[in-house]
């Protein structure tokens, strides 16, 4: 089993930046052989996708946030991180970490807050 925990988010003004950071814990193999990831999920919205990191550091990214947000992966310390920049209202939602493999989600984190506001 792999649990994760998130943390970072906040309030932020438009413009502004944050950082988002998952840290997980449990089987080993398997999170050292799961791609993790972020999504997100604004009020009256489906979840998608932010960005997402394969073990091999494939990097996969949202449109929407191309060129303003990093993820990064530490996989000694089997964190996974989101730097967002050039935040926006429209960027406003829950985080969410994931653990895939393959097209299986093995954890879900419980969310964190990100508001975008003057």
């Known amino acids: 089993q792999v649990q994760v925990v998130e943390s970072g988010g906040g309030l932020v003004q438009p413009g502004g930046s944050l950082r988002l950071s998952c840290t997980a814990s449990g089987s080993i193999f398997s999170i050292y052989t799961s791609t993790m990831g972020w999504y997100r999920q604004a009020p009256g919205k489906q979840r998608e996708l932010v960005a997402n990191?394969?073990?091999?550091?494939?990097?996969t990214y949202a449109d929407s946030v191309k060129g303003r947000f990093t993820i990064s992966r530490d996989t000694a310390k089997m964190t996974v991180n989101l730097q967002m920049n050039s935040l926006n209202p429209e960027d406003t939602a829950v985080y969410y970490c994931?653990?895939?493999?393959?097209?299986?989600?093995?954890?879900w984190g419980q969310g964190t807050q990100v508001t975008v506001a003057s």
């Open positions: 994931n653990v895939r493999q393959g097209s299986v989600d093995i954890s």
């Open positions: 990191i394969t073990p091999s550091g494939t990097k």
